[in-house]
């Protein structure tokens, strides 16, 4: 299969309880207890989210591997959206398909219908430029989108601890994302940070096996994954120790892989 610049990324948000109060009259506990009562579920629509964290893992057409982590108060919601945009740019490019000047191919777990229409909101509050090639999906790889050939109405179920069980990851194991907003009041922010980097490791892993479904050869399929576990095992990033504490035994045990050593 053809190689290209992959950028996998996941965000963590806090809510906007002002923005809650300011369009609903009422303060946020309520304005989740009636959304329950609605809808069934007290999850906040995309625009009542603030980014607080957003972590990438780049990996090039030969599989050299670099992460990122970024976090930040609620202050810093406008510089951690401008980040992201500046990835996608330098992965994607910023041109129409036709002239564009990217190779490369964003991966998320539900990007399409979370993160990215979060960061879009919250980009319209600042008037950030942003690229509307991550709405592509021939250049935006959402991998359960991808798994239910497409057909929003096809995913359900098809959630990221639910397929990280099924293929042997850990799931959530550090934290659960109904606790990030606890860990953000007190003032724990770089496990948010560490979270949102597991999140990350284990979408990309899921994506390599959706590559190897869609006929990524087995030799290639392995090679991926032995780069990423030397990455994953030679860094000394403080947030990468964290995540592979979590991910080292899937990784070399239940991957599909005879030796990543």
């Avoid at 991808?146 to 959530?172: D, I, M």
């Avoid at 606790?179 to 948010?192: H, I, K, N, P, T």
Wanted: hydrophobic letters at 40%; proline letters at 4%.
């Amino acid at each position: 299969m053809t190689r290209q610049h992959i950028l996998a990324f996941d965000v963590e948000t806090y809510p906007d309880s002002e923005l809650v109060e300011a369009t609903s009259g009422t303060d946020l506990a309520h304005f989740r207890e009636g959304l329950k009562q609605r809808t069934g579920s007290d999850f906040l629509p995309p625009v009542y989210h603030i980014p607080i964290a957003i972590a990438f893992l780049r990996v090039d057409p030969v599989d050299h591997i670099d992460v990122e982590v970024h976090t930040g108060s609620l202050a810093d919601e406008r510089a951690l959206i401008e980040v992201f945009w500046q990835r996608c740019n330098e992965t994607l490019g910023t041109e129409d398909r036709a002239t564009r000047n990217g190779t490369g191919l964003l991966v998320s777990f539900n990007g399409t219908e979370f993160d990215i229409p979060v960061l879009e909101l919250r980009s319209l509050k600042y008037a950030l430029r942003g690229n509307m090639l991550v709405r592509d999906p021939a250049v935006h790889f959402d991998v359960p989108l991808f798994l239910a050939n497409y057909q929003p109405a096809r995913r359900r179920g098809l959630r990221l601890l639910t397929l990280s069980k099924l293929t042997g990851l850990p799931g959530k194991a550090m934290i659960e994302g109904s606790q990030v907003q606890s860990y953000f009041d007190a003032g724990r922010l770089a496990e948010v940070g560490k979270y949102c980097l597991l999140d990350v490791l284990q979408t990309y892993l899921l994506f390599l096996r959706c590559q190897l479904l869609a006929g990524m050869t087995q030799s290639e399929y392995e090679s991926a994954i032995r780069s990423l576990s030397f990455f994953l095992s030679a860094s000394s990033d403080p947030n990468v120790k964290g995540a592979f504490a979590y991910l080292e035994d899937a990784v070399r045990n239940t991957l599909g892989v005879e030796s990543v050593s």
